[in-house]
């Protein structure tokens, strides 16, 4: 499985994101996709995940991002998106996406850069 993130940037506090990740090769293996970040200095967290395995879009996010991201899947294009509203400098972070298969193999796509300004 190859994973694909895009969509970092710059922007202001207050503004908008979203992050895709492309995924490719052997994805019905995929249980659940999810968004990581690491800011210099700190652990990568685990922002928000869904599963991809059933039709129910289960998903969880840490609690500094409820109500502000939203994460989604487009199961035609293999893809799934991290929507980042209310924009804080406390955002600022390299993100990950990340894939975990049914055989608990751990998969990492290329970090993108989001960086909030105050």
């Known amino acids: 499985v190859q994973l694909q993130a895009s969509g970092g940037g710059l922007v202001q506090a207050g503004g908008s994101l979203r992050l895709s990740c492309a995924a490719s090769g052997s994805t019905h293996t995929i249980n659940n996709v999810g968004w990581y970040r690491q800011a210099p200095g700190r652990q990568r967290e685990l922002v928000a995940m869904?599963?991809?395995?059933?039709?129910?879009?289960?998903?969880d996010y840490a609690d500094s991002v409820k109500g502000r991201f939203t994460i989604s899947r487009d199961d035609v294009e293999n893809t799934v998106y991290l929507q980042m509203n209310s924009l804080k400098p406390e955002d600022t972070a390299i993100y990950y996406c990340?894939?975990?298969?049914?055989?608990?193999?751990?998969?990492w796509g290329n970090g993108t850069q989001v960086t909030v300004s105050s």
């Open positions: 990340h894939a975990g298969s049914w055989a608990n193999i751990d998969y």
């Open positions: 869904i599963r991809v395995s059933n039709p129910d879009y289960d998903t």
